[in-house]
């Protein structure tokens, strides 16, 4: 049973489609992201579910009631904009009370649902503060406060962190997703950042240009990419032109040099041109264990990216990115020597061109 | 050495282009404040006395008090929501209001005097038919004061309209609007209760410079018959020398005294403006 359901929804802002036969459906409680660059209309989709725009085609249904003509201040639901947009002549409780006070509920019923909201998000001590006094990380959580005092049947939040600097953005993302687990809370997180994304999601839809490119857990997204833009955007990525050479072995090879692929080369011919992918962590050096994909390599350059080190190889004439955790007694080959790395058979993707 | 260091940090071209803008400003002022005290010098604030005891000073400067306050309060009606919905729904119309608040800059006071009488001076009958409905606005006291109010609102509109805009401006009232509406709130509480009170300086301002216009308006009051204070000003300056320039140092200080707490009630808010 699907909670809030998006089906076939398209947009058109005059002739240009925004966003192309959306289809998903969320379950209650569900974290769901959408994921994707900018421009590929997250936002939109949001918006659509916010009730701000209305869809050129298509239904979104609530909880069985059909909400797709519902004026926004009808809908029960929440809203995280990227710039907090707290009201500024109201107090950190006003704000946070203001929908309660809209919906005419009684005076006490609002302060106790405003302090239990203080205390969810922590501000105990800043509840009688304008909002310009304080930091946006404490702007930010004012305002899933405010969202959540209306007890809204779905929670949706627009790049609600990319305005914040890099360590609160982690610890209020962690925080957001305890609150929404222990509230038991729908929500759709959009976001362009795929670390994020794949940090908090119960699911993930990857977009590009208006469609949907793949909808999975952030496990499938990342370790079983469908398509080619989804293998290049979630993740850091090495592809590379290549040839199949035996569809019964799932041989493909590149500047001459073969790789087996443990999902195979189906459906395609010999001789057949296509793209091979294998992320930069699934390398290493090759020991006498490793029996698959051993191949030889030139280290072509080295650099350090703090807890990872990233090693670019050269196999034929194709470079590759090579990661490994780093540690003080790694022991890192030269540059320019001949070394054998080797990735697992599950590690190579094989892609259409 | 502190003190030439001092002296060179001392922003002295800032300073003299202050003075002297202070002293363009602040000495007609001082003059007509002298003069207005030397009809007797044993008696220094007679003009003051004489002026105030005048019956048709105290009726004339009420009216137009009055015309202010209303034509402020029917300006914000007409001009808050209309700047909001375009600023919301209709960006690509900014221009043609704009233009559009520009006219009277352009349309001179007499213009606009001529045409209100030209168009209110018949009476409005029924279209097709000759059955009156409404007298000729200028035939009545009321109708004329509607008329006054309307001419003052076309006098204020480009002032009230441009503070508006700028103060929806400096808070991105789109955001605002829609966080609003997602926690169920509808327009008439949006307006009131989130618009309204972050454009309050705007609003004051634009209220301020209604006020000034309004009070020393005389071409629309004259023409139209209206016992204002700017008609009535002027009449006395034709035929008394010290009263009209007590009553200049008077709007004078009552026009800062607003202005001062202008500053005063938003001082506060401006910094909420801002947001971060
Ligand atoms: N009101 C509008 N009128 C016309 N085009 C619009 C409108 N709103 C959005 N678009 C277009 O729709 C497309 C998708 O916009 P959207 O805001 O949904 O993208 P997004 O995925 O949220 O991107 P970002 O990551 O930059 O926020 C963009 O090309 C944008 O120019
Ligand atoms: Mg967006």
Redesign the pocket.
Same mark, same amino acid.
């Given at each position: 049973m699907s909670y809030l359901s998006i089906s076939n929804v398209t947009k058109q802002?005059?002739d @240009?489609v *925004? *966003?192309d036969n959306f289809n998903l459906e969320i379950g209650k409680g569900e974290f769901v992201s959408f994921l994707?660059?900018?421009?590929?209309?997250?936002? @939109?989709?949001l918006r659509m579910v916010a009730g701000f725009e209305n869809p050129t085609s298509g239904k979104i249904l609530l909880d069985g009631a059909d909400i797709t003509d519902k004026a926004p201040n009808q809908r029960n639901v929440g809203m995280i904009f990227q710039s907090y947009a707290l009201f500024p002549n109201m107090t950190v409780a006003q704000n946070i009370g203001f929908g309660l006070k809209v919906r005419k509920e009684a005076d006490a019923v609002v302060k106790q649902r405003v302090s239990e909201m203080i205390s969810l998000i922590n501000l105990e001590a800043h509840a009688n503060k304008y909002p310009y006094q304080l930091s946006g990380g404490q702007q930010q959580r004012v305002s899933l406060a405010r969202a959540l005092a209306i007890r809204p049947q779905v929670l949706l939040l627009?790049?609600p962190l990319s305005a914040l600097d890099a360590k609160i953005r982690v610890s209020l993302r962690s925080e957001i997703r305890s609150i929404q687990k222990s509230l038991g809370i729908t929500a759709i997180f *959009?976001t362009?950042d795929q670390e994020e994304a794949l940090s908090i999601s119960d699911r993930i839809v990857v977009?590009n240009a208006?469609e949907m490119e793949q909808v999975g857990t952030p496990f499938e997204i990342y370790n079983f990419p469908k398509t080619r833009f989804v293998a290049n955007f979630v993740g850091s990525l090495n592809t590379a032109d290549a040839e199949v050479v035996d569809t019964a072995k799932g041989l493909v090879s590149v500047d001459g040099v073969q790789f087996t692929s443990a999902e195979g080369t189906k459906g395609r011919n010999k001789g057949d041109k296509v793209k091979v992918a294998i992320r930069p962590e699934r390398f290493s050096f090759a020991t006498q264990q490793h029996k698959d994909n051993v191949v030889d390599a030139i280290i072509e350059n080295i650099t350090f990216l703090g807890s990872v080190v990233r090693i670019q190889i050269k196999i034929g004439n194709t470079s590759f990115n090579m990661d490994t955790f780093n540690n003080p007694f790694l022991e890192l080959p030269k540059i320019g020597s001949k070394q054998q790395v080797t990735c697992s058979k599950e590690a190579v993707l094989v892609l259409d061109e | 050495m502190k003190f030439l260091n001092r002296l060179r940090k001392f922003p002295f071209l800032a300073w003299l282009w202050f003075l002297l803008g202070a002293l363009y400003f602040v000495l007609p002022l001082l003059a007509t404040f002298e003069f207005s005290l030397s009809w007797d010098p044993a008696v220094p604030f007679k003009a003051y006395q004489r002026a105030f005891e005048d019956v048709r000073f105290w009726r004339s400067f009420i009216a137009s008090n009055v015309f202010a306050v209303i034509t402020i309060i029917a300006c914000i009606i007409l001009v808050v929501p209309t700047a909001y919905w375009i600023r919301l729904r209709l960006p690509q119309a900014r221009r043609i209001v704009e233009f559009i608040t520009l006219m009277p800059f352009v349309v001179p006071a007499i213009i606009l005097v001529f045409g209100l009488i030209r168009v209110y001076s018949t009476p409005f009958t029924i279209p097709f038919t000759n059955i009156v409905f409404m007298q000729a606005l200028t035939q009545f006291k009321a109708g004329t004061n509607i008329l006054i109010v309307a001419g003052y609102m076309v006098l204020a509109m480009p002032y009230m309209y441009r503070s508006v805009d700028t103060g929806m401006r400096t808070v991105d009232i789109l955001t605002l609007t829609e966080a609003a509406q997602s926690l169920g709130a509808s327009w008439f509480v949006i307006i009131t209760r989130v618009i309204l009170p972050n454009i309050r300086s705007a609003l004051l301002s634009g209220a301020l410079l209604t006020f000034a216009i309004v009070v020393g308006e005389v071409i629309l009051a004259s023409f139209l018959g209206v016992n204002a204070f700017g008609p009535y000003l002027f009449l006395l300056g034709q035929h008394r020398a010290y009263e009209p320039a007590a009553l200049s140092f008077v709007s004078f200080l009552l026009t800062w005294i607003a202005m001062g707490m202008i500053q005063l009630v938003t001082g506060g808010q401006n910094q909420t403006a801002g947001g971060h």
């Open positions: 802002f005059g @240009t *925004v *966003v994707g660059p900018s421009g590929c209309g997250k936002t @939109t989709t627009d790049e *959009v362009h977009m208006g | -």
